[in-house]
């Protein structure tokens, strides 16, 4: 009699055990509360979070010069400043300016414009630099990541070569002794759309369009001696607005489009697997749009991107993707929306808006269980 009771006891524990390794698995998206603030005028925008919890933007404002923005953490102040001049811009067509963070909470900028721009802050002095000087073209998306050593990397789309003849290869560029060692990731029309992460060995890990062939998106990794390149989805008009994080483990995540399809592709047993996320309305501009691919602290992907009329945040479930809204207004396109979520998984999401010219960033802290978010798309 004891021992059947026994049994009957680890037979109950063993059942609310996988009710709750099973509700943990498909734990609904997160409620946020969400709190919005201007930043300054701008037309484009990058967002990134330091180890300390600051926040740093960089945007490109119609006076065509890049502007840098600082937040201290639980400040509501920002202090901006000019550190591209409109001299080196020319203009403000196809340049998207983006940011990141070191181990130090420097920030570091790129700006293409014809030119590569390579900006920090040294010894509290901003200094910029060209990379790939004299090569030619270089245009529309750069990407700038920081090793865990310090070291720079940048990703680029090489339009043209001096003469003017077409080149449209991706390429990326590291810091070694103090030079810029300048390498070719990919060939045919590849990387206008493109994304970096590096992995704690200081690995550069790259996603990208690739359109030569067939079209489609590919992913590429540094192995010592040359690139290692991966086709991860194919067809005509696929990554565009790819953007790539990492997980603790070293798997890759990337969002993408597929023409109007907001897609999420990662590896599982050395395998790339693609799931639909959302849809965007016919007519969507990719030339200036974004997507932010991120992963929380449970490893659970969120992809935030611009719309018609607003600013979403898609979140995985545990068995679907569901779309909320952070910001909305009007009916025109957001565009350049970048974001990224802190340790506590709190989302802070970058974006100009296109009612009233201002880049602003809205705070998105966790409050509970959503009620209204929609489901938009189911992994397969």
Known sequence: MLMSVGKEKLF????VCLAIVYAAERAPAEERKWTIEDVQRGITSSIALDEAQNLHIAYLANDARVYYGFRARNSTRWFTLSVVPSSVT???KSIYPRVTTD???LPHICVLSGTLSYITSRGGHWVMEEVDAGSGTLSYH???AIAGDGRPHLTWYHEFLPGGKQYTHMRHA???EGVWVVRSVDGGISGKWNAMAIDSKGVPHVSYSQWSTN?????AVWDG??????AVDSGNEIG????LVLSSDGTPHISYFDQTTLKHAYQKDQKWVIENVAVVRDGYDFYGATTAMLLDSKGRPHIVFGDFGAVKEASWDGTKWETQVIASGGVQQYFNVSAVMGPDDTLYVSYPDPEDGMVKVATGKIMGAATTAKSTGTRH
């Open 142 to 144: 750069c990407s700038v």
């Open 12 to 15: 109950i524990i063993a059942v």
């Open 103 to 105: 181990s130090s909470n």
């Open 174 to 176: 590291s810091m070694e």
């Open 225 to 230: 001696t040359g690139w290692s390149i991966a």
């Open 240 to 243: 565009y607005d790819n953007d």
């Open 215 to 219: 079209g489609g998106l590919r992913y």
């Open 90 to 92: 020319h203009g403000t």
